[in-house]
């Protein structure tokens, strides 16, 4: 071990390079790596470097497998060793597989980090259960599958700090959870400011570009899709969008304009909240400065549409000809590496999609993943079969899924979960076996998320794992081998990252001097045709999409749905989103104390005259409820603020609340968020934007909680 060693921060998808030091084999600090030139956006927060030498020495880290000593739910655990846990799981496995199908079976993987996520698919691969179930129907698949439909492939940000003018931040926040996470770096963003690039924010909430922005719209949650719909109407009716770019490299803008024609603006402000002269202004905005780029987050994902929301948003990038623009946004192509394709699936055992749970959703299931509620759901109804038994890794469905309550439902009576953690979380309070993980740096691996920017990163182990812990992948191998699957899996796990690293003709080692392998960009001309669509143009009109049975073109009244009525919000007027945590990484990380010291509550914000509305001031702990059940926050309030919106903190629990799993129910913003149909009918995502909420301070009256539906909001009493 040298003082210093290359390493990369884990703690976010931005994966910064930093550089650690070490005393005695100790990791004793972790600076940013500023000088090596490779991405490291370092977040306000340093949240790496401030947490990553506490999360390899943690005391509360998980260091030995488990298996339940109490009843399912009470946390009691009896230590067993790897050999004890591996024969229990293997032993249920084949039990399940030989009884019920191995359908019954479910893999349950969080946001990817790398190995585990790969290994997990390949592994419902082999054992032939396509339920494979991930956050796609929240994250990452809504805005790349609308860049696939339209483009052919991802777009991201061309990254060149000198030539773009104009830039949209829509329902991103690049400060918190970093920026080269959606393509764009802080450092050129900021630059591009400096010089007098336009801003303009699509943000209900606020952060800390909209101080700078020249246009700020605080948009009614959920209404990206008929602002940007008002956006295109604005630039093709006023001829502001690049006619020749249009004719030469797009094809539908005929039907869309036909669809342009079906609406107002005043239509588009009654759904917005953003007045007619704001979206006329904001679109030609633009339109006219050139080249501009749309920065889109996570926002625009969630909701009964989302993939129609971030089609109209994309189509903007083409009608103003910045798709494969200098300065705006272009085609990849990742690193070469060992692609999900091979590594994920084999063709000679393909997934037998057709016994898949969440089959109502084509995306998807093209994309090897079953939305979250579809599992909950078919715990619970046993429709279409029972599922039996879920082997979990990098997640926590308590605090992550929609609906809370019914998901802890489902897992309650799930009759078998092996949770693989590295902390004790609400989530492992409820599992069967508790099987202790090691991250990055605690072991060799491979970082190649998030997969569309292409970069292929190289761990290094640098420290030991604590106690036994062991990588998610290699617990996978191990339990294929048991299984009967080694043929398919390696002798030692860690031979899988050559397998990786065949197509770049390099090994791990060979990785490890590199660092990281790079993508390419390319831009307009740089190759014919340009988009690898069936026409090769851009289809602002997807035949691909109407023959999936989708709407060829995001229409008015299909991107403005809601699951919810205008009834809903006669009881429950406020309309509720959420931010990610600038301190946290989604509901991970809450025993470090470093971070902890940056954000010690969840803390939701409302216009002041909202807040008096409802009888609730700054400061107060209030209760935020909405039809499924109710939580507290700590308010703070801002006239930065529509006074119809509320943004609430995500992920939110107490590690050191030693009743109901950690209170997993007293702050849990999705306690009241509903995963039920209708979804979005492609992706199966959500509506986690603009849930009708109300706040309030004191105990509600007693016969009006007796009224409340269901016995687990009656134990839903917040914290
Ligand atoms: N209402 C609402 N719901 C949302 C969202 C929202 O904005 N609003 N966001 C959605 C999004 S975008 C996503 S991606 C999902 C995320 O949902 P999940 O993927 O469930 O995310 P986490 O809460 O981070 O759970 C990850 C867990 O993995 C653990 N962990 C960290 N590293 C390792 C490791 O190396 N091995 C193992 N085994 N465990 C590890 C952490 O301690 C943490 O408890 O949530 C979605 N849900
Ligand atoms: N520190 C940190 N970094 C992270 C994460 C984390 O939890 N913490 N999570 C990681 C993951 S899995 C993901 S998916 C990304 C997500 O990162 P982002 O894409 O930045 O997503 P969010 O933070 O969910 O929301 C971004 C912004 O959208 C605003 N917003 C909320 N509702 C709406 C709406 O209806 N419309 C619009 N236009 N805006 C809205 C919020 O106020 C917020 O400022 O970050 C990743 N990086
Ligand atoms: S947590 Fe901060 S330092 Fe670590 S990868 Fe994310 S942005 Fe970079
Ligand atoms: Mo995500």
Redesign the pocket.
């Given at each position: 071990m040298k003082a210093n060693e290359p390493i990369f921060c884990f703690f976010?998808?931005n994966h910064c390079a930093m550089t650690a030091t070490f005393e005695d084999g100790k990791m004793v600090k972790v600076v940013a790596d500023k000088k090596s030139g490779l991405p490291c956006d370092i977040?306000p927060d340093a949240k790496g470097p401030l947490a990553i030498p506490e999360v390899h020495s943690h005391k509360e880290r998980l260091r030995y497998p488990m298996k339940r000593a109490g009843e399912k739910g009470e946390n009691r655990w009896t230590r067993i060793s790897w050999d004890e846990a591996l024969d229990i799981i293997a032993e249920k496995l084949l039990f399940y597989r030989d009884t019920f199908g191995p359908e019954s079976i479910a893999l349950i993987l969080g946001?990817p980090k790398g190995m585990e996520f790969a290994f997990g698919q390949r592994f419902g691969t082999y054992l032939k259960t396509p339920n494979v179930i991930t956050p796609g129907n929240y994250?990452g698949v809504q805005t790349g599958t609308a860049d696939h439909f339209t483009f052919g492939t991802m777009m991201v940000q061309s990254d060149l700090a000198s030539e773009f003018n104009c830039i949209v931040i829509?329902?991103?926040?690049p400060l918190?959870?970093?920026g080269s996470?959606?393509g764009m770096r802080q450092a050129v963003l900021d630059a591009a400011l400096r010089r007098g690039c336009k801003l303009i924010m699509?943000?209900?909430?606020k952060?800390r570009y909209c101080e700078k922005a020249h246009h700020w719209l605080r948009?009614k949650?959920?209404s990206?899709g008929a602002l940007a719909l008002g956006m295109a109407k604005v630039i093709i009716e006023e001829g502001l969008y690049e006619k020749d770019y249009v004719a030469r490299h797009t094809i539908g803008i005929e039907e869309l304009k036909k669809e342009i024609a079906t609406f107002t603006l005043d239509e588009v402000a009654a759904e917005t909240w953003i007045e007619p002269r704001v979206v006329r202004e904001v679109a030609r905005l633009y339109a006219t400065t050139k080249p501009a780029q749309i920065l889109w987050?996570?926002?625009l994902e969630n909701s009964v549409s989302a993939l129609q929301i971030c089609r109209a948003v994309t189509i903007l990038r083409a009608l103003t000809g910045n798709v494969g623009a200098h300065g705006g946004e272009v085609i990849i192509e990742p690193a070469k590496f060992t692609r999900p394709g091979r590594f994920y699936f084999d063709r000679r055992f393909p997934r037998p999609i057709e016994k898949s749970i969440g089959q109502e959703f084509p995306i998807a299931m093209g994309s090897a993943y079953v939305p979250t509620q579809s599992l909950v759901r078919s715990i619970l109804t046993e429709d279409p079969y029972p599922v039996k038994m879920g082997l979990a890794h990098v997640t926590n469905p308590l605090l992550t899924y929609p609906d809370s309550a019914k998901t802890y439902e489902a897992f309650m009576k799930l009759p078998f979960l092996v949770v693989a953690e590295i902390f004790p979380t609400s989530f492992t309070a409820i599992a069967d076996i508790v099987l202790p993980a090691a991250v990055p740096g605690e072991h060799d691996t491979i970082g190649y998320w998030p997969a569309w920017f292409g970069y292929v990163k190289a761990y290094q182990k640098v420290v030991d794992p604590p106690g036994d812990a062991w990588p998610d992948a290699k617990m996978i191998n191990e339990l294929a081998k048991r299984v009967g699957l080694g043929e398919h899996f390696w002798a030692n796990w860690e031979e899988s990252l050559d397998f990786m690293l065949e197509e770049a003709k390099l090994t791990f080692q060979d990785l490890v001097q590199k660092r990281i392998l790079w993508p390419k960009h390319y831009f307009l001309g740089d190759r014919e045709p340009y988009f690898p669509t069936p026409s090769g143009k851009a289809e602002i009109y997807s035949r691909q999409m109407s023959q999936l049975g989708l709407s060829p073109l995001p229409y008015f009244n299909e991107v403005s749905a809601s699951r919810y009525k205008k009834e809903d919000f006669e009881r429950y007027p406020l309309y509720l989103?959420?931010?990610?945590?600038?301190a946290?990484?989604?509901s991970g990380y809450r025993h470090v104390k470093a971070v902890k010291k940056k954000k010690a509550e969840a803390v939701c914000y409302m216009h002041p005259d909202t807040a008096e509305r409802f009888g609730v001031k700054n400061g107060d702990m209030i209760y935020i409820e909405s039809r499924k059940g109710r939580i507290q926050q700590r308010l703070e309030t801002s006239r930065d603020m529509h006074p119809q919106a509320v943004?609430a903190a995500f992920g939110w629990w107490d590690t050191k609340a030693d009743k109901n799993q950690y209170n997993w129910r007293g702050y849990n913003i999705n306690i009241l968020t509903d995963g039920d149909p209708p979804n979005d009918p492609a992706t199966g995502s959500v509506q986690l934007?603009?849930v009708p909420c109300r706040v309030y301070l004191d105990e509600p009256h007693p016969a009006r909680e007796a009224r409340r539906a269901g016995p687990t909001s009656r134990e839903n009493k917040g914290a």
């Amino acid at each position: 071990m040298k003082a210093n060693e290359p390493i990369f921060c884990f703690f976010c998808p931005n994966h910064c390079a930093m550089t650690a030091t070490f005393e005695d084999g100790k990791m004793v600090k972790v600076v940013a790596d500023k000088k090596s030139g490779l991405p490291c956006d370092i977040c306000p927060d340093a949240k790496g470097p401030l947490a990553i030498p506490e999360v390899h020495s943690h005391k509360e880290r998980l260091r030995y497998p488990m298996k339940r000593a109490g009843e399912k739910g009470e946390n009691r655990w009896t230590r067993i060793s790897w050999d004890e846990a591996l024969d229990i799981i293997a032993e249920k496995l084949l039990f399940y597989r030989d009884t019920f199908g191995p359908e019954s079976i479910a893999l349950i993987l969080g946001e990817p980090k790398g190995m585990e996520f790969a290994f997990g698919q390949r592994f419902g691969t082999y054992l032939k259960t396509p339920n494979v179930i991930t956050p796609g129907n929240y994250c990452g698949v809504q805005t790349g599958t609308a860049d696939h439909f339209t483009f052919g492939t991802m777009m991201v940000q061309s990254d060149l700090a000198s030539e773009f003018n104009c830039i949209v931040i829509w329902g991103a926040n690049p400060l918190n959870t970093g920026g080269s996470f959606r393509g764009m770096r802080q450092a050129v963003l900021d630059a591009a400011l400096r010089r007098g690039c336009k801003l303009i924010m699509m943000e209900p909430g606020k952060n800390r570009y909209c101080e700078k922005a020249h246009h700020w719209l605080r948009l009614k949650p959920g209404s990206d899709g008929a602002l940007a719909l008002g956006m295109a109407k604005v630039i093709i009716e006023e001829g502001l969008y690049e006619k020749d770019y249009v004719a030469r490299h797009t094809i539908g803008i005929e039907e869309l304009k036909k669809e342009i024609a079906t609406f107002t603006l005043d239509e588009v402000a009654a759904e917005t909240w953003i007045e007619p002269r704001v979206v006329r202004e904001v679109a030609r905005l633009y339109a006219t400065t050139k080249p501009a780029q749309i920065l889109w987050g996570n926002a625009l994902e969630n909701s009964v549409s989302a993939l129609q929301i971030c089609r109209a948003v994309t189509i903007l990038r083409a009608l103003t000809g910045n798709v494969g623009a200098h300065g705006g946004e272009v085609i990849i192509e990742p690193a070469k590496f060992t692609r999900p394709g091979r590594f994920y699936f084999d063709r000679r055992f393909p997934r037998p999609i057709e016994k898949s749970i969440g089959q109502e959703f084509p995306i998807a299931m093209g994309s090897a993943y079953v939305p979250t509620q579809s599992l909950v759901r078919s715990i619970l109804t046993e429709d279409p079969y029972p599922v039996k038994m879920g082997l979990a890794h990098v997640t926590n469905p308590l605090l992550t899924y929609p609906d809370s309550a019914k998901t802890y439902e489902a897992f309650m009576k799930l009759p078998f979960l092996v949770v693989a953690e590295i902390f004790p979380t609400s989530f492992t309070a409820i599992a069967d076996i508790v099987l202790p993980a090691a991250v990055p740096g605690e072991h060799d691996t491979i970082g190649y998320w998030p997969a569309w920017f292409g970069y292929v990163k190289a761990y290094q182990k640098v420290v030991d794992p604590p106690g036994d812990a062991w990588p998610d992948a290699k617990m996978i191998n191990e339990l294929a081998k048991r299984v009967g699957l080694g043929e398919h899996f390696w002798a030692n796990w860690e031979e899988s990252l050559d397998f990786m690293l065949e197509e770049a003709k390099l090994t791990f080692q060979d990785l490890v001097q590199k660092r990281i392998l790079w993508p390419k960009h390319y831009f307009l001309g740089d190759r014919e045709p340009y988009f690898p669509t069936p026409s090769g143009k851009a289809e602002i009109y997807s035949r691909q999409m109407s023959q999936l049975g989708l709407s060829p073109l995001p229409y008015f009244n299909e991107v403005s749905a809601s699951r919810y009525k205008k009834e809903d919000f006669e009881r429950y007027p406020l309309y509720l989103t959420n931010y990610k945590e600038g301190a946290y990484m989604l509901s991970g990380y809450r025993h470090v104390k470093a971070v902890k010291k940056k954000k010690a509550e969840a803390v939701c914000y409302m216009h002041p005259d909202t807040a008096e509305r409802f009888g609730v001031k700054n400061g107060d702990m209030i209760y935020i409820e909405s039809r499924k059940g109710r939580i507290q926050q700590r308010l703070e309030t801002s006239r930065d603020m529509h006074p119809q919106a509320v943004m609430a903190a995500f992920g939110w629990w107490d590690t050191k609340a030693d009743k109901n799993q950690y209170n997993w129910r007293g702050y849990n913003i999705n306690i009241l968020t509903d995963g039920d149909p209708p979804n979005d009918p492609a992706t199966g995502s959500v509506q986690l934007r603009g849930v009708p909420c109300r706040v309030y301070l004191d105990e509600p009256h007693p016969a009006r909680e007796a009224r409340r539906a269901g016995p687990t909001s009656r134990e839903n009493k917040g914290a």
